[in-house]
């Protein structure tokens, strides 16, 4: 036992969602913190093997072994050992999380930390827990997890962190920030972190469903007709167009920014597979509300035209039901 | 040898597409005119069993055996027995059938009949062929072939049938109409039929992408979420105005009672699966241009907004050109 340790002791974290994302940072976490995972289809894997990383930023064939649990029921403290973090990376679902992570979640003490895409994700966190942090985080970090435990990670890793509601202290998100620095994440924490969710939602919302539904990379999808780059850039400015109504700024040249990333890459035919596209091709459901029906909802409700982002959340989510039946 | 016969002799017919609607009709008219059917993925069975038709209008296992050909090259007329009709039922793919019946095309001589869904589908055919007859026809027949050679037919049977242009001598296509009706079919004739092709595009241009992306019904579509009723209405609202631009008229009560059959359905759960959605669930490709890509261009060229069709051109094109790479 190490004396230091326990009387000034490693901050204890839970991961739910195992997914690809998660388990990179809970690897850069596990380097300084007690880290467990709730892992669910991956379980076995991980509790036999731990993950393999192969990491174009943190290096190749990177073996880490966190403590695995099957739920959150099994992970519950049973000794004075209260989680100071729960990091939820799960896909954004509505309806479930917070009763899941429930045993976990000591009131006044646990950070709830979101590291999800989309936006409207937070208020079944802060109304099912008021007395606890909520921590928000866009992630910039293209990863998959094939075949489980395995994680292919590429050249972009990006935690961008705010408090929930962005009036509410910053105190954790601060801490948390540092965290993920000091185990060599990349971080920064913001007043608010809600503008830089819309600009990710600028590619999501548009993308994701859009190539959900045709079945194409994004470079195929520009390419099959000479009016998809109009569309697209309409779909990404009606995004902006409710992201303003909000308050939050983006700006003309950033939409043509996004979307010219996709078309530069057209002559190189590197078209990208958006995860939603990858979701309807494994038959998984789709963080269709999160994404696409959040941002339209909010859009209504403050009179913002967006006929596009609509007509594209009720294909997704028929889609979207029609692969629950699956 | 039938003296009457040879000197009046039966009308010659050939069928280019010979799906289940090109099938119901050729049978009609094999009652009372010398018919032939080109037939590609069916031929070998065509050519030793005939069709099999099992039709609540026209009966079950009714067989009847045209005589057929593999191409219009082996059809060509070798006497002075030159086609009267050359009846395109195959699906409406811009750019190659009008090459492909030119050897039995005698020009100043052969109808062309295009029973085909979407608008905008003869101008190819009449550039090709001035000196003939356009006739242009809407058809109601719902009607599937599976296996090969084997039709099943509910309970409509109707074609609406008009010359293209419809400045152009009705003669011929008043001659078709009585020859569908000899047969035993449902015809009528107008004067002009394009209005007529842009009623029956309320429902082919919004349900057939819209179930094709989504990979639903038409019911379930409305089901999914409470925003489809509207969204789908409001489609329909654009393919009417776009329709109205070029002086054919639709209500918003048409609009509203063809929804309604969809929305009626519901309680039934007995949902239709469009053509188009049939077409991408077997991997074949899809009437783009004609039921969706034609619509749009022709309401953009006249200034009518129409963006949720534009979308779903983009999207539904997209899909079609991923299903050609499969």
């Known amino acids: 036992m190490n004396f230091e340790m326990s009387s000034n002791p490693q901050p204890k974290v839970l991961l739910f969602g195992a997914g690809s994302v998660g388990a990179v940072y809970l690897y850069l976490l596990s380097k300084i913190t007690d880290t467990t995972a709730v892992c669910r289809s991956n379980y076995d894997t991980v509790k036999e093997n731990g993950f393999i990383i192969n990491s174009s930023i943190f290096g190749q064939g990177v073996h880490f072994k966190p403590n695995v649990v099957r739920s959150c029921e099994e992970a ?61 985080c866009v992630v910039y970090l293209p990863a ?27 105190v954790r998100a601060q801490a948390f920030t540092e965290l993920i620095k000091s185990g060599g994440g990349t971080a920064e924490c913001f007043d608010d972190v809600q503008p830089k969710r819309w600009l990710k939602l600028l590619i999501n919302a548009s993308w994701n469903p859009i190539c959900a539904l045709t079945l194409s990379k994004d470079t195929d999808v520009l390419a099959a007709s000479s009016e998809a780059t109009e569309v697209l850039l309409a ?92």
Chains 1, 2 share one sequence.
């Open 76 to 136: 519950a403290p049973k000794t004075s050992e209260l989680y100071d973090y729960i990091i939820v990376c799960s896909k954004a679902i509505p309806g479930g999380v917070p009763k899941l992570i429930a045993p976990v979640v000591t009131p006044g003490h646990t950070a709830i930390v979101l590291i999800q895409n989309g936006v409207g994700i937070e208020d079944e966190y802060l109304q099912a827990y008021p007395n606890n942090s909520i921590i928000s």
């Open 144 to 170: 998959s997890q094939r075949p489980a435990g395995v994680i292919t990670h590429g050249e972009v890793e990006k935690l961008q962190i705010g408090a929930y509601p962005s009036s509410a202290s910053s």
């Open 235 to 326: 779909v990404m400015l009606e995004i902006r167009d409710i992201a303003a109504s909000y308050g939050h700024t983006i700006t003309r040249e950033e939409v043509e920014f996004q979307l010219g990333r996709a078309q530069a890459r057209i002559p190189k035919n590197a078209g990208i597979e958006p995860s939603m596209l990858q979701d309807v091709q494994a038959s998984r459901r789709i963080e269709v509300e999160a994404i696409v029906g959040n941002p339209v909802r909010m859009g209504k409700e403050k009179n913002v035209p967006c006929v596009r982002l609509e007509m594209l959340y009720v294909l997704v989510k028929a889609l979207d039901i029609q692969i629950s039946k699956r």
